[in-house]
């Protein structure tokens, strides 16, 4: 059982870019998926999640508009689409699979993909 999230890289404030996370190992559309962040000194946060059961997706106020969580159940695949991008979402960002939104430290993570948002 494997998580793999991809996708971070440098961008300019105001560009995107889109994270995906693959697993292998197990299905992912039979659990809630988290994206979650953590910058330097500071704690780690949910950004964004969508459910299992039918597909409710919730979002941190701070990217609000700006973000989209995805499913591609061919690719066993989820995506967390950036548009906007500003510094303040620099971070490295993890993907994680869980029973509900969002899930805990105790579910299944993959390691991080670095997101810098710089000019």
């Known amino acids: 059982v494997q998580l793999q999230a991809s996708g971070g890289g440098l961008v300019q404030p105001g560009g995107s870019l889109r994270l995906s996370c693959a697993a292998s190992?197990?299905?992912?559309?039979?659990?809630?998926i988290g994206w979650f962040r953590q910058a330097p000194g500071k704690e780690r946060e949910g950004v964004s999640c969508?459910?299992?059961?039918?597909?409710?997706?919730f979002y941190a106020d701070s990217v609000k508009g700006r973000h989209t969580i995805s499913r591609d159940k061919g690719k066993n695949t989820v995506y967390l689409q950036m548009n906007s991008l500003e510094p303040e979402d620099t971070a490295v960002y993890y993907c994680?699979?869980?029973?509900?939104?969002?899930?805990?430290?105790?579910?299944?993570w993959g390691q991080g993909t670095q997101v810098t948002v710089s000019s």
């Open positions: 994680a699979a869980g029973v509900g939104c969002y899930p805990t430290s105790n579910d299944y």
């Open positions: 190992g197990f299905t992912l559309d039979r659990f809630a």
């Open positions: 969508i459910s299992s059961s039918d597909g409710s997706t």
